[in-house]
C-alpha cells in the first residue's frame, strides 16, 4: 500500500470534493504524486558495465511532497548538519500557533510561515543576546512542521540549538551553565508579541488569540536524534509507506505514535479525506522550510572553523557523491546512468 496507489485510486472523487479550493501548489502535488516513476516526468537510460545490456527506467518527480522523491536530499542534509556538530549539550525549542490562528495561516500561508521562522528566530537571538551567561549570536538550525503525527493542521517550528554562543565583540566563545537553556514561558510571551506585531505590519488582521502561547525548550543531548527527526520530514512528505496500513476501496487506516504515549495508534478516513490531509500540508512553491542561522549558517563557515578548532572537535569526513546504479537483470554488475530523456512534465 502506497501513498501513490491511493492517490490514483481516489483521485475523481478527491477532486469532486475537494477540487474546488485546491491552490495550485497543491494541484502540483497532487500530480506530482500520482504520476511519479509512471512516465510523465522523463526516462533514464542505462548500461550495464561488464555484459553491455541496456534499459530504460522512469524518472521520479522531484516533488518534495511525494514521498518516494528526495532521499539522497534527505541524507545531504543531515550530512551538512553532522559537519557542523560541537561538544555541547544541544536543545529543541518548539514554537507553536495556537489554533485560533490556523484559518488566516491558511489564507496567507507563505507570508504566516515566513513570519513564524523570522519571529521564532528573532525571539531566540534577542534572548541570547540578553543573557547574562551567553551575551552573544547564537547558532542553531529552524525547520517548518505544519502537522501533527495524525496528520491535523498544526503549524510549529522546531530549532535545534547547539548550547553556547559566540561574543563577537570579546572574541569569547560562552557555553551554557548547566541543563537549562531558556525558559519557555518567557520564549511564549516575547514570541507571542512578536508574531502578532508582524501580522499587523504585514496587514493581516489575526482575531482573537489567546494571551497564552506556547513554547517549549528542552535538553535534546548531543542533538543526534533531533536532527534525525528533522530530517525526517523535510523533503519526503509527511507519512511514509510504511505506515499506511489498508485501504478496503472507501477507507484507508495509518498509523502514528502517539506523542504523549509513544504506543502506535490507528486512524481511519475515507480515502478523499487522506489525500485531503497529505495535500494540507504542501508550501508554497519556493519556500525554504529549512533554515540555518547564527554560527550555522552557510557564511559563517569560517567562525564555525574557529570553534571546532577551539573545542577540538574532530571533523568527520566530507560526505562523497554517490553515483547512480541499478544492478544489471542479468549479471547483477552496476549499471549506469547513460542517457537522460526531457520531462514531459515539470514538478511544482
Same mark, same amino acid.
Given at each position: 500500500m502506497t501513498l501513490q496507489t491511493i492517490v490514483q485510486r481516489y483521485r475523481h472523487r478527491f477532486i469532486e470534493q475537494f477540487g474546488h479550493a485546491l491552490s495550485r501548489d497543491q494541484w502540483s502535488a497532487l500530480n506530482a504524486i500520482e504520476g511519479c516513476r509512471q512516465g510523465p516526468y522523463g526516462e533514464m537510460a542505462w548500461t550495464c558495465q561488464r555484459c553491455s545490456h541496456n534499459t530504460h527506467t522512469p524518472r521520479s518527480c522531484g516533488h518534495r511532497a511525494c514521498n518516494l522523491c528526495q532521499d539522497q536530499s534527505t541524507q545531504a542534509w543531515l550530512q551538512r548538519q553532522e559537519q557542523k556538530r560541537l561538544p555541547v549539550n544541544y536543545y529543541m525549542v518548539t514554537f507553536t500557533l495556537p489554533k485560533e490562528l490556523r484559518g488566516v495561516v491558511r489564507q496567507?500561508?507563505?507570508?504566516?510561515?515566513?513570519?513564524?521562522?523570522?519571529?521564532?528566530?528573532? /525571539?531566540?537571538?534577542? &534572548?541570547?543576546?540578553?543573557?547574562?551567561?551567553?551575551?552573544?549570536?547564537? #547558532? $542553531?538550525c529552524a525547520v517548518l512542521h505544519t502537522h501533527t503525527r495524525r496528520l491535523d493542521y498544526h503549524p510549529h517550528v522546531h530549532i535545534v540549538v547547539p548550547g553556547g554562543a559566540v561574543n563577537k565583540a570579546r572574541r569569547q566563545w560562552c557555553k551554557v551553565r548547566g541543563q537549562y537553556l531558556f525558559n519557555g514561558r518567557a520564549l511564549?510571551?516575547?514570541?507571542?508579541?512578536?508574531?502578532?506585531?508582524?501580522?499587523?505590519?504585514?496587514?493581516?488582521?489575526?482575531?482573537?488569540?489567546?494571551?497564552?502561547?506556547?513554547?517549549?525548550?528542552?535538553?535534546?543531548?548531543?542533538?543526534?536524534?533531533?536532527?534525525?527527526?528533522?530530517?525526517?520530514?523535510?523533503?519526503?512528505?509527511?507519512?511514509?509507506?510504511?505506515?499506511?496500513?489498508?485501504d478496503d476501496g472507501c477507507n484507508v487506516t495509518f498509523r502514528y505514535r502517539d506523542a504523549n504515549t509513544h504506543q502506535w495508534k490507528t486512524r481511519?478516513? /475515507?480515502?478523499?479525506? &487522506?489525500?485531503?490531509?497529505?495535500?494540507?500540508?504542501?508550501?508554497?512553491? #519556493? $519556500?525554504?522550510?529549512?533554515?540555518?542561522?547564527?554560527y550555522l549558517h552557510g557564511n559563517a563557515?569560517?567562525?564555525?572553523?574557529?570553534?571546532?578548532?577551539?573545542?577540538?572537535?574532530?571533523r568527520p569526513a566530507p560526505p562523497t557523491k554517490k553515483t547512480a546504479s541499478l544492478p544489471c537483470p542479468h549479471c547483477r554488475s552496476p549499471m549506469r546512468v547513460t542517457g537522460i530523456y526531457p520531462r514531459k512534465a515539470q514538478p511544482g
Open positions: 496567507y500561508r507563505s507570508t504566516c510561515y515566513d513570519l513564524l521562522m523570522r519571529c521564532a528566530a528573532q /525571539t531566540l537571538k534577542t &534572548f541570547a543576546k540578553n543573557d547574562s551567561t551567553l551575551g552573544g549570536e547564537l #547558532g $542553531f511564549a510571551k516575547a514570541f507571542r508579541g512578536a508574531f502578532l506585531k508582524a501580522l499587523f505590519q504585514a496587514g493581516i488582521t489575526p482575531g482573537r488569540t489567546p494571551k497564552k502561547w506556547v513554547a517549549q525548550c528542552k535538553r535534546v543531548g548531543k542533538g543526534t536524534e533531533a536532527l534525525r527527526y528533522l530530517a525526517r520530514y523535510l523533503y519526503r512528505g509527511v507519512i511514509s509507506n510504511t505506515n499506511i496500513l489498508s481511519t478516513v /475515507t480515502g478523499e479525506q &487522506f489525500i485531503a490531509l497529505i495535500l494540507q500540508h504542501c508550501l508554497p512553491k #519556493g $519556500f525554504r522550510r529549512a533554515r540555518d542561522y547564527g563557515k569560517a567562525v564555525m572553523h574557529i570553534l571546532q578548532w577551539v573545542l577540538k572537535v574532530q
